[in-house]
């Protein structure tokens, strides 16, 4: 009976995975198999062909044939290289490499893989297998490689595509067993929390009950006071019952108010424990979690072998890439954001750093150059990571050159620059030194990109000269993303959080210490001049005019690599840790936010990206160094004031931030019908909406909007995730002034939008 297609679907998923291990480990055995002495290349050829034989096997209950091919000619070359007791030639050890190339390809996308390519693979090797020692005597250039593939039937079989996907795990049954002990833990703590609640539903009663009391004896109370009063009195006889009264229910309260403290004292200490043990086994279930995503870097760093292979060959540069730390773990997330940044490093090496045979000979360097990657754990909560190269290194003089040429800097400061700084500029997005555009490199985004996503995950990378040759590129990361150290400061009514380890120390600056220097202010820290940059002008925020009476301002030394400069704020408020929410794909990019904080008290604040903060330090420039009577603002120059309607906080809190630091005054609204009312009782110059929102959606308050006598000429932007032609046509026809979809949105195209509708 044929199988259930549902079934084949998870078993061929299944299948992906369990291939991807074999192959893993198979491309670790050619590898070492280079290297190895007797005794190791016997234990490897053990491995492959113990590994190629398990692939074949799986490949076969999931009716993959071409895999099943590939792997029966693979086991049958390393059958007779074991008999033999041989070691493979290079030609067999590039051919074997092009198996595993098809079958990777294979599990990618099950179309890709034809019949002529099996083939041509499959021919060669046993052709090496008919050959002394797997290698062939007449020809010892490489196996040329397979054909193209032919053009598709029409009446071919669709078949199930296998997805290779990063989101399975394989986890110990020992960890999962300390998850479900520690969450039964927290189910009884769940349980005794109920209780605490039952039992302070007791004292609110009793409360009830004491309140209850004290208003019937206040009657009593009164009528002494009045007869007190008046001094006309009260008999003696009448007046006795009232004290007796009065003085029993004074007791009485007295015999409940004690029970009753010491009851409150004792639900307050059940609580504190309560909460120490929440705190305690949430503390630990989140480690046993974040142990469950964490993943070795090797599992990341294996296909880079691959990369270099082909990179080597195609550049006729023999290279090898060694790897040391490669069992260092990080979360799973580091590891996917990071492969990227290591595929640009080692192009870049390849292409710029590592000489031809010819040049290395001439300097009397090994013919074969070597990419190395080195992990290391710094503390349990960061890694430092090492990728090199024995190139020829950086040729500062080109590269200050081109700083010229490209006009990022005058001939005057590239003079200036340090060896440091110079090396630094190749981060700088554009900046390429290489003289032609190729596949690999010479737009000049390689190390931008690396840069860019590197402090992306929280990190910082830097780069440096290596004497006598070569260049160094030093990475560090946090291993986890959950949470991090952050220092929450206030600037004008909003609140930011830096991160801690950007933030060298703390200051009190004397107002008579600020230097003008070149027009830019500028106090002394340890010896050393350091630009002095207000957050609120490089956050182009509304910035109060510096009082002539104020004798002191405070001041935090920022840090990113080898720059510092000193950040003036109205206040530091704390240092705590935060919980880290990523800006969505909406928002891939905002300037100076590289995400959201979640403070303690549930609050949102945005999480500052120190080097934006230099950057836009570079382009805007500080304050004026002498602050005069701020003049009254003209009518015109009045703050215009927008309407945001969004349902999402963190996109709400967003927009209102990006347009709050461009100078508008921001009312916002968590739907339409909320906006719509707002719109028609106060005074607005736009409305910036998204679309899908409950209640009343973008559109139709944008109709909305258009029919009302008062807000008919009112600008609409509609900022939404809908980037359909059929959706933007209808925001158009409902009247929108403009649409921008959140996928490519940008901050500075927001505000110019609205600047010119306004």
């Given at each position: 009976m044929e199988m259930d297609k549902a079934f084949l679907k998870k078993l061929r998923a299944a299948f992906a995975v369990e291939a991807q291990e074999h192959l893993e480990e198979i491309a670790t055995g050619l590898r070492s198999l280079k290297s190895a002495d007797e005794e190791q290349r016997a234990h490897w050829v053990e491995v492959i062909f113990r590994e190629t034989h398990s692939l074949k096997g799986a490949a076969r209950a999931v009716n993959k044939p071409g895999i099943e091919t590939l792997c029966q000619a693979a086991e049958g070359l390393f059958a007779k290289l074991q008999k033999e007791q041989t070691a493979p030639t290079e030609t067999a050890i590039d051919l074997l490499y092009q198996v595993l190339d098809l079958i990777e390809a294979d599990l990618k996308n099950p179309e890709t893989l034809s019949k002529q390519e099996i083939?041509?693979?499959?021919?060669?090797?046993?052709?090496?297998?008919?050959?002394?020692?797997?290698?062939?005597?007449?020809?010892?250039?490489?196996?040329?490689?397979?054909p193209a593939p032919a053009p598709e039937e029409k009446n071919r079989k669709e078949p199930t595509p296998v997805s290779v996907t990063p989101n399975t795990l394989r986890v110990s049954q020992d960890r999962l067993e300390q998850i479900m002990r520690e969450s039964e833990e927290l189910l009884s703590l769940k349980l005794s929390t109920e209780h605490r609640a039952g039992e302070l539903q007791k004292l609110s009663r009793k409360i009830s009950e004491w309140k209850k009391t004290w208003s019937n004896i206040m009657p009593v109370l009164r009528q002494l006071t009045q007869?007190?009063?008046?001094?006309?009195?009260?008999?003696?006889?009448?007046?006795?019952?009232?004290?007796?009264?009065?003085?029993?229910?004074?007791?009485?309260?007295?015999?409940?108010?004690?029970?009753?403290?010491?009851?409150?004292?004792?639900?307050?200490?059940?609580?504190?424990?309560?909460?120490?043990?929440?705190?305690?086994?949430?503390?630990?279930?989140?480690?046993?979690?974040?142990?469950?995503?964490?993943?070795?870097?090797s599992s990341s760093l294996s296909m880079m072998h691959k990369v270099v292979r082909d990179l080597s060959n195609e550049q006729n540069k023999p290279v090898e890439l060694e790897i040391t730390g490669g069992n260092v773990e990080a979360d799973r997330r580091i590891l996917e954001g990071m492969k990227d940044p290591f595929l640009h490093l080692i192009r870049n090496s390849i292409d710029h750093g590592i000489e031809s045979p010819e040049e290395r000979a001439a300097k009397n360097k090994p013919e074969k150059g070597t990419v190395s990657i080195s992990i290391a754990q710094i503390d349990s909560g960061k890694v430092h990571i090492t990728v090199e190269d024995d190139g020829r290194g950086l040729d500062l003089n080109k590269l200050r050159k081109t700083l010229i040429s490209q006009q990022i800097v005058s001939p005057e400061d590239a003079e200036k620059m340090t060896e440091e700084q110079l090396a630094s500029s190749i981060f700088f997005?554009?900046?390429?030194?290489?003289?032609?555009?190729?596949?690999?490199?010479?737009?000049?985004?390689?190390?931008?990109?690396?840069?860019?996503?590197?402090?992306?995950?929280?990190?910082?990378v830097s780069v440096t000269p290596r004497k006598p040759w070569g260049t160094s590129f030093s990475i560090i990361l946090p291993v986890g993303l959950a949470t991090f150290r952050g220092i929450l400061v206030q600037s004008g009514d909003s609140q930011f959080v830096l991160p801690t380890p950007s933030v060298e120390r703390m200051l009190r600056v004397p107002l008579n210490d600020i230097k003008t220097v070149e027009g830019r202010e500028t106090i002394?820290?340890?010896?050393?001049?350091?630009?002095?940059?207000?957050?609120?002008?490089?956050?182009?925020?509304?910035?109060?005019?510096?009082?002539?009476?104020?004798?002191?301002?405070?001041?935090?030394?920022?840090?990113?690599?080898?720059?510092?400069?000193?950040?003036?704020?109205?206040?530091?408020?704390?240092?705590?840790?935060?919980?880290?929410?990523?800006?969505?794909?909406?928002?891939?990019?905002?300037?100076?936010?590289?995400?959201?904080?979640?403070?303690?008290?549930?609050?949102?604040?945005?999480?500052?990206?120190?080097?934006?903060?230099?950057?836009?330090?570079?382009?805007?420039?500080?304050?004026?160094?002498?602050?005069?009577?701020?003049?009254?603002?003209?009518?015109?120059?009045?703050?215009?004031s927008v309407m945001v309607a969004e349902d999402s906080i963190t996109s709400r809190m967003l927009l209102k931030n990006v347009l709050e630091s461009s100078g508008y005054h921001v009312a916002t609204a968590v739907d339409g019908a909320a906006a719509f009312a707002a719109l028609k009782t106060g005074e607005f110059d736009a409305l910036v909406s998204d679309v899908d929102m409950p209640r009343m959606n973008g559109f139709v308050l944008t109709e909305r909007v258009r029919a009302d006598r008062k807000l008919a000429e009112l600008p609409v932007v509609l900022v939404t995730s809908l980037a359909s032609q059929e959706d933007k046509e209808r925001g158009i026809e409902a009247g929108a002034s403009a649409y921008i979809v959140k996928s490519s949105f940008d901050q500075s195209n927001l505000v110019s939008v609205l600047n010119r509708l306004i």
């Open positions: 083939d041509a693979v499959v021919s060669a090797l046993k052709r090496l297998q008919d050959e002394k020692n797997g290698s062939s005597p007449t020809e010892k250039k490489p196996v040329a490689k397979p007869a007190a009063e008046k001094n006309s009195g009260l008999s003696e006889k009448s007046l006795r019952p009232k004290i007796e009264q009065l003085q029993h229910t004074l007791e009485s309260i007295k015999d409940e108010i004690d029970p009753l403290e010491l009851q409150t004292g004792t639900i307050l200490q059940n609580a504190r424990n309560d909460a120490s043990s929440v705190a305690r086994f949430v503390d630990s279930l989140h480690g046993n979690m974040r142990e469950l995503m964490m993943m070795p870097f997005s554009g900046l390429s030194t290489s003289e032609q555009v190729t596949s690999i490199s010479g737009r000049g985004i390689g190390t931008s990109v690396v840069r860019e996503k590197v402090e992306s995950l929280g990190g910082s002394t820290v340890a010896d050393q001049a350091l630009p002095l940059e207000t957050l609120s002008v490089l956050l182009e925020q509304p910035s109060p005019v510096r009082s002539a009476d104020k004798e002191t301002l405070l001041a935090l030394v920022i840090c990113a690599g080898s720059q510092r400069f000193a950040l003036e704020v109205d206040e530091v408020l704390r240092e705590q840790e935060v919980l880290v929410k990523g800006l969505g794909p909406q928002l891939m990019r905002v300037r100076n936010v590289s995400g959201i904080a979640v403070l303690g008290t549930g609050e949102l604040a945005p999480i500052l990206n120190v080097h934006d903060l230099i950057k836009s330090s570079i382009v805007g420039g500080s304050r004026p160094a002498v602050a005069a009577a701020a003049a009254p603002l003209p009518a015109s120059s009045r703050k215009k």
